[in-house]
């Protein structure tokens, strides 16, 4: 699958960053560019782009309308998670180092996934 536009554009690839820049300092994503293709293979992988993705985890309550967080949706995405670091085919600190930038994109936009997920 092929991204509509540049992965940086999306806004959640946005709201990442500047996570990333408030916690670490600098910029996270240009200094390490291996997280943002990590984030770029794993939606060719699972088929969608990054907002798309995200909004995959949230549910709105019929009741109230109000947004939260799936759980199940977001087993569905550690499964696919998990299938995409086996397929990779990636042992020991480079798979940890791929579900770290992974884990990170999903957490930096307020979905609580830890690697005990994956």
């Known amino acids: ?8 554009q999306y806004q959640s690839v946005a709201t990442w960053a500047k996570g990333l820049r408030e916690q670490w300092g600098g ?3 240009a200094e390490e560019p291996e997280k943002i293709e990590a984030l770029a293979a794993f939606c060719q992988f699972d088929g969608r782009n990054p907002d798309e993705l995200l909004a995959f985890c949230f549910l709105r309550r019929k009741e109230t309308g109000v947004r939260f967080a799936s759980v199940k949706r977001r087993e569905a995405v550690a499964e696919q998670l998990r299938a995409f670091r086996t397929a990779s085919e990636l042992s020991g600190t480079e798979a940890r180092r791929l ?3 992974l884990l990170s994109f999903f957490i930096h936009n307020g979905i609580q996934m830890h690697t005990g997920m994956i």
């Open 1 to 8: 699958m092929e991204l509509e536009q540049p992965i940086e």
């Open 27 to 29: 910029d996270p994503l």
């Open 99 to 101: 579900t770290s930038n």
